[in-house]
C-alpha cells in the first residue's frame, strides 16, 4: 500500500510537468471522476480540462468549484450520453477541433442498475458501453492526441479506466457482448477482464502511453442514484455499516491522481532523455510496477486503490494461455467497424 503522505508528496510534484496539460475526465460530473477532476486541477499549472457527462448543473457547479482552487486552470463542460458510441465519436471530434494532444484521458463512466440488457441503436447493451466500448472508442478515437503528448515535453501521455481490477470473473468467449447470455454480474465480469486485457493490447502497440484500469474501493458518490426507489432505501440502512469501508472522497481524488500521474506506472518505453515522461519521478524506496503480463513497466497495470497491483492472477494467466487479449482486442475492434457501419462511417480510424 502506497502511505498517504507519498501520494500527497506525489501530487505535489506534479507542477514538475510544467504548465498547459490537458487532460479529459469523461464522468467527471459526479463520484470518483469530480474528486480526481479537482485533485487534477489543484495540482497543477494552468490546466485544459474538459468534464464530459449528462449532467450540466453539476458541471456548472463542479467548473465554479475549479475555479477557486486554481484561477489559471480551464475547465469546459461537453455534454454527451456515452452509452452510444456515437455521441462518443463527436465528443472525440469537438476535442480534436481544439487540442492537439491530451496527456490524462481518465474514464469513469457508469452507474448501478438492475435493469437487463437495454440495447442502444447501434445493438450494445447501454450499461455495457459505459464500463468498457465507450471508454476503449475514447481511447482508441484519441490515440493521434495522446500520442502527441508523448512526443512533445513533458512527454507524458497516460490513460486510465476506474472499474473493477482485481475483481475478474469468468467469461463466456462465445458470447463476449452478452448478446444472449446477459447478467448483471456477467456484465461486470466481462467489461472487468475485458478492460484488462484492452489495457494490455493498447500498451503493447502503443509505447509513449501507459494503461492503467484500476479499483476505486468503497467510496460514497452517486453510483446508486438509478437503482429503484427500495433498492436506494436498502443502501441508505446499509450505509452505516459500509462507512466503516469507505475511502473518502478526498483521499480517492487524491489516490486516483496518485494512479493517473507516479512514474511507479510508466510507458512501456519513455521517451528518452525526458525524465517525466514516466510520471512524477517516486520516492527511492519504491520501484516501478510489475505490468499486467508480469513484466515490469510493461505499460498496462491493473491497480488497487491503494496502489498495490491487483488483478485475478488465476484467471487472468488462463486466459492469456488462450490468447483472450486477442480475441478481446478483435471482437472489440469488429464492434467498431460495425457501428461504425450503422452510423455511416464514424469517424477515422486512429489505427490500421
Ligand atoms: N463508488 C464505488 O464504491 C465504486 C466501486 C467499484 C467500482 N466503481 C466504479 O467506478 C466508476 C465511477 O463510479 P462513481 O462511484 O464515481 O459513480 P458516480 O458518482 O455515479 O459517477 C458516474 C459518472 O458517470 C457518468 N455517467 C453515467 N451515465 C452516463 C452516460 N450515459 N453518459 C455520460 N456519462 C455518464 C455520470 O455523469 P452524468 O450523470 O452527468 O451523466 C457520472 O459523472 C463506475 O464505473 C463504478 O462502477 C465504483
Same mark, same amino acid.
Given at each position: ?6 501520494? =500527497? ?21 459526479? %463520484? ?83 435493469? %437487463? ?41 497516460? #490513460? ?20 444472449? #447470455? ?24 502503443? =509505447?509513449?502511453?501507459?494503461?492503467? =484500469? ?9 453510483? #446508486? ?68 503480463? %508480469? ?11 491503494? %496502489? ?45
Amino acid at each position: 500500500m502506497v502511505a498517504l503522505d507519498v501520494v =500527497h508528496a506525489s501530487n505535489a510534484r506534479l507542477r514538475e510537468l510544467g504548465p498547459d496539460l490537458v487532460a479529459l475526465f469523461v464522468g467527471g460530473t459526479s %463520484g470518483i471522476g469530480e474528486f480526481t477532476l479537482k485533485a487534477f486541477v489543484q495540482n497543477t499549472i494552468s490546466p485544459r480540462v474538459y468534464l464530459v457527462g449528462r449532467n450540466a448543473s453539476a458541471a456548472d457547479r463542479i467548473i465554479k468549484e475549479c475555479r477557486e482552487l486554481n484561477k489559471e486552470g480551464k475547465v469546459e463542460f461537453l455534454k454527451a450520453d456515452v452509452t452510444e458510441l456515437k455521441e462518443v465519436d463527436l465528443v472525440c471530434k469537438e476535442i480534436q477541433k481544439r487540442e492537439k494532444k491530451i496527456n490524462l484521458l481518465f474514464q469513469t463512466q457508469g452507474n448501478l442498475t438492475l435493469n %437487463g440488457r437495454n440495447e442502444n441503436p447501434e445493438g450494445l447493451d447501454r450499461k455495457f458501453t459505459l464500463n468498457y466500448y465507450s471508454r476503449m472508442r475514447f481511447v482508441y478515437n484519441l490515440l493521434p492526441q495522446l500520442r502527441t503528448a508523448s512526443a512533445e515535453p513533458p512527454h507524458f501521455s497516460r #490513460t486510465l479506466s476506474v472499474l473493477g481490477a482485481g475483481h475478474e470473473g469468468a467469461i463466456n468467449l462465445t458470447d463476449l457482448d452478452l448478446k444472449t #447470455t446477459f447478467s448483471g454480474a456477467r456484465c461486470a465480469a466481462h467489461t472487468i477482464v475485458m478492460n484488462d486485457f484492452m489495457a494490455e493490447e493498447f500498451a503493447a502497440r502503443e =509505447h509513449g502511453i501507459s494503461f492503467l =484500469h484500476t479499483s476505486p474501493g468503497v467510496v460514497n458518490t452517486g453510483l #446508486t442514484r438509478e437503482l429503484p426507489i427500495w433498492a436506494r432505501a436498502l443502501m441508505k440502512v446499509a450505509t452505516p455499516l459500509l462507512s466503516l469501508f469507505f475511502v473518502s472522497a478526498d483521499e480517492t481524488g487524491q489516490r486516483q491522481l496518485f494512479l493517473a500521474s507516479s512514474g511507479i506506472y510508466p510507458p512501456a518505453k519513455p521517451a528518452q532523455g525526458a525524465p517525466l515522461a514516466a510520471g512524477v519521478p517516486f520516492p527511492k524506496d519504491f520501484s516501478v510496477s510489475k505490468g499486467s503480463n %508480469g513484466k515490469v513497466g510493461s505499460g498496462a497495470y491493473l491497480v488497487n486503490w491503494n %496502489g498495490d497491483i491487483s488483478g485475478n492472477e488465476k484467471i487472468l494467466s488462463d486466459y492469456r494461455e488462450k490468447g483472450v487479449g486477442k480475441t478481446v482486442w478483435e471482437h472489440t475492434m469488429g464492434i467498431f467497424k460495425q457501428v461504425e457501419k450503422i452510423n455511416q462511417g464514424g469517424i477515422d480510424s486512429a489505427t490500421s
